[in-house]
């Protein structure tokens, strides 16, 4: 009786016994050296730029610099020093001109550790379960990104849905808030996660549950936990280099490392299963035709490959440009738009204190006509317009320095209604 595991031996004769009787003794192609040094568990941050996402990486490794890519594309492997883990970097949507190239490459990254681990089986392999198993328990050998941190700046816009959309069948996303105000209360806090939350559902985004049965179960809980996602970090400058630190790490942490990791690295490996049930399905597959007609088009294709990278290459220190750009305009906007607010305000104060003294000015130029009148006619002088003139001197003095506007212009209402 023979008996598949769906592992590829080295030799693939080995698998073509004619002997009925005879068991065939499974074998695993040897691993390279880069997949004998795998990470036990690994985890892909994702977002716009400029909104901390290296900040964090660093923050998560200890390390000062990160390494460097020779590609700006592609993603940047970090290992923790001194443990089995491997924290990806990549480059924020924002750098480019199109959004869409940022989701292309990482969602090509995360399928080519699929692919990784699909080579090793043998591709008439069709028992999932078995395979599910297999992969489960030795999956410390493979590749697979466990978790996507995918960084959210305050709200959610439309690309950070699509991004998501791109790669949630893929990886693990787990939403993480990132904000500069320390000053938030909880209330404000929770509806932040709470918007976030309904804005994920409405979209049929499929974000990591953590434990939880659907997003109704995570959205009744999230005032009570904070180890329901989104989460929420704050960060502060520090020191002279303005470097950046996160607060409220330890509930992220706990939820990575401690309570969930066993449910990560299982629900990787049901992702997987589900990549590979689709791409092993006979409907899929093409036929051998047009399998030649694809060699034939990426041959031809791949001459002008060099001149797309140079292009791309440009692109990216227009984009890069054009993102500090944006940044800088959206702080000046901000900027701008509290000094029109303050100058509306002060306007406001400034056009009501301005009608006190003109009705005051008025009635104190009655008063002198008045005055002026009994003069003339030999009636009782009643000097009300002593009393005015004092009450508008105090005004005036008031007024200047509440607002601290000019005594000149105060001075000269004085003058006209005198």
Request: hydrophobic share 35%; aromatic share 10%.
């Given at each position: 009786m023979e008996e598949d595991y769906g592992i590829k031996s080295m030799e693939e004769s080995m698998l073509k016994s004619d002997s009925i009787g005879e068991w065939v003794v499974p074998k695993v192609k040897l691993l390279s050296h880069q997949q004998k040094s795998t990470s036990r568990f690994r985890m892909i941050v994702c977002g716009d730029s400029g909104i901390g996402k290296s900040a964090l990486v660093q923050t998560f490794t200890g390390l000062k610099e990160l390494p460097t890519n020779n590609s700006p594309f592609e993603p940047i492997e970090v290992h923790v020093p001194d443990t089995d883990t491997c924290i990806i970097d990549t480059i924020g949507y924002g750098a480019l001109l199109r959004a869409e190239e940022v989701f292309s490459h990482v969602k090509r990254y995360l399928e080519n550790q699929f692919e990784k681990t699909n080579n090793v089986f043998n591709s008439n392999y069709t028992r999932a379960e078995e395979l599910k198993y297999m992969i489960y328990q030795s999956n410390e050998i493979f590749t697979h990104v466990d978790v996507c941190l995918y960084v959210i700046m305050g709200r959610l816009k439309a690309v950070d849905i699509e991004y998501m959309r791109s790669i949630h069948d893929l990886v693990n996303i787990i939403p993480v808030i990132v904000q500069a105000d320390l000053t938030l209360r909880q209330e404000t806090r929770n509806q932040q996660r709470l918007d976030i939350l309904n804005s994920l559902k409405s979209n049929e985004i499929d974000i990591c549950l953590l434990g939880y049965k659907d997003y109704d179960e995570m959205i009744q809980a999230i005032h009570d936990s904070n180890y329901c996602p989104p989460f929420m970090l704050d960060w502060s400058m520090h020191?002279?280099?303005?470097?950046?630190?996160?607060?409220?790490?330890?509930?992220?942490?706990?939820?990575?490392f401690q309570h969930q990791y066993k449910y990560l690295k299982?629900?990787?490996?049901?992702?997987?299963?589900?990549?590979?049930?689709?791409?092993?399905?006979?409907?899929?597959?093409?036929?051998?035709?047009?399998?030649?007609?694809?060699?034939?088009?990426?041959?031809?294709?791949?001459?002008?490959?060099?001149?797309?990278?140079?292009?791309?290459?440009?692109?990216?220190?227009?984009?890069?440009?054009?993102?500090?750009?944006?940044?800088?305009?959206?702080?000046?906007?901000?900027?701008?738009?509290?000094?029109?607010?303050?100058?509306?305000?002060?306007?406001?104060?400034?056009?009501?204190?301005?009608?006190?003294?003109?009705?005051?000015?008025?009635?104190?130029?009655?008063?002198?006509?008045?005055?002026?009148?009994?003069?003339?006619?030999?009636?009782?002088?009643?000097?009300?317009?002593?009393?005015?003139?004092?009450?508008?001197?105090?005004?005036?003095?008031?007024?200047?320095?509440?607002?601290?506007?000019?005594?000149?212009?105060?001075?000269?209402?004085?003058?006209?209604?005198?």
């Amino acid at each position: 009786m023979e008996e598949d595991y769906g592992i590829k031996s080295m030799e693939e004769s080995m698998l073509k016994s004619d002997s009925i009787g005879e068991w065939v003794v499974p074998k695993v192609k040897l691993l390279s050296h880069q997949q004998k040094s795998t990470s036990r568990f690994r985890m892909i941050v994702c977002g716009d730029s400029g909104i901390g996402k290296s900040a964090l990486v660093q923050t998560f490794t200890g390390l000062k610099e990160l390494p460097t890519n020779n590609s700006p594309f592609e993603p940047i492997e970090v290992h923790v020093p001194d443990t089995d883990t491997c924290i990806i970097d990549t480059i924020g949507y924002g750098a480019l001109l199109r959004a869409e190239e940022v989701f292309s490459h990482v969602k090509r990254y995360l399928e080519n550790q699929f692919e990784k681990t699909n080579n090793v089986f043998n591709s008439n392999y069709t028992r999932a379960e078995e395979l599910k198993y297999m992969i489960y328990q030795s999956n410390e050998i493979f590749t697979h990104v466990d978790v996507c941190l995918y960084v959210i700046m305050g709200r959610l816009k439309a690309v950070d849905i699509e991004y998501m959309r791109s790669i949630h069948d893929l990886v693990n996303i787990i939403p993480v808030i990132v904000q500069a105000d320390l000053t938030l209360r909880q209330e404000t806090r929770n509806q932040q996660r709470l918007d976030i939350l309904n804005s994920l559902k409405s979209n049929e985004i499929d974000i990591c549950l953590l434990g939880y049965k659907d997003y109704d179960e995570m959205i009744q809980a999230i005032h009570d936990s904070n180890y329901c996602p989104p989460f929420m970090l704050d960060w502060s400058m520090h020191g002279s280099h303005k470097k950046k630190l996160f607060h409220g790490l330890l509930p992220l942490k706990q939820i990575l490392f401690q309570h969930q990791y066993k449910y990560l690295k299982y629900s990787t490996t049901e992702k997987f299963i589900q990549w590979w049930s689709n791409k092993c399905n006979p409907s899929m597959i093409q036929s051998n035709s047009s399998s030649l007609t694809t060699t034939t088009t990426m041959s031809s294709s791949s001459t002008s490959s060099l001149s797309q990278e140079q292009a791309k290459s440009n692109n990216i220190r227009i984009s890069h440009y054009i993102t500090k750009r944006r940044h800088s305009m959206e702080r000046e906007i901000l900027i701008q738009e509290k000094k029109l607010l303050d100058e509306l305000r002060q306007a406001s104060k400034e056009k009501k204190m301005e009608l006190i003294l003109k009705e005051t000015s008025l009635i104190l130029k009655q008063d002198f006509n008045n005055q002026q009148q009994q003069q003339q006619t030999n009636q009782p002088v009643t000097y009300h317009y002593y009393f005015w003139f004092f009450l508008s001197i105090v005004l005036s003095l008031f007024i200047c320095y509440q607002n601290g506007s000019s005594i000149l212009y105060y001075t000269y209402n004085l003058i006209w209604a005198k």
